[in-house]
């Protein structure tokens, strides 16, 4: 049995759920952000196929420096599950759930489990959830209002 997320956030989204799913992992092999505040910055294809897509995520740090995620995304008929290996021996799962709504919009629900890997994971990890719930909700309302705003029309 899996344990209960560590933050569940629920976004609304206007468009369609075949929109949201393509604004979200419709990406070229190799993404770069036109706007320099966007994060990740550049999401690069390692692999895909109908059911799997495997990336590599370059984030900017306060160190003047990239530093690289790779992340694996399985897709499943109603939305999509992600693989992160992060730094500091932690890992997180996030569970992206599409609902259609009955206005013809996306509920989209994401769920986010972080675990330790080893044993500096285990020391970071009261730390790196703080984090997340602090300010992963923001980060998704703002994708949100940006998939809204610019996702493909394919419905």
Same mark, same amino acid.
């Given at each position: 049995?899996?344990?209960? /997320? ?9 468009? $369609? ?7 979200? =992992? ?13 994060? #990740?910055?550049?999401?690069? =294809? ?10 590599? =995520? ?16 399985? %897709? ?20 992206? =759930? ?27 990890? #009261? ?8 300010? %992963? ?7 949100? $209002? ?5 996702? /493909?029309?394919?419905?």
């Amino acid at each position: 049995m899996e344990r209960a /997320p560590d933050l569940r956030v629920v976004i609304e989204i206007p468009r $369609k759920s075949a929109d949201v799913r393509a604004w979200w =992992t419709d990406l070229p092999q190799d993404y770069r952000a036109s706007d320099p505040r966007e994060q #990740p910055h550049r999401i690069v =294809t390692r692999s895909r196929d109908a059911r799997r897509w495997a990336i590599d =995520t370059y984030w900017r740090t306060p160190f003047a420096r990239d530093l690289r995620v790779p992340e694996v995304f399985t %897709f499943r008929p109603d939305g999509w599950d992600v693989e992160i290996a992060l730094p500091w021996g932690l890992a997180q799962r996030d569970r992206f =759930t599409l609902v259609e709504t009955p206005d013809a919009g996306t509920r989209v629900e994401i769920e986010v489990r972080v675990f330790a890997r080893r044993a500096l994971g285990r020391l970071a990890l #009261p730390a790196y959830r703080a984090y997340a719930r602090r300010s %992963f909700p923001g980060l998704w309302r703002a994708a949100g $209002k940006l998939c809204a705003r610019d996702a /493909p029309r394919l419905s």
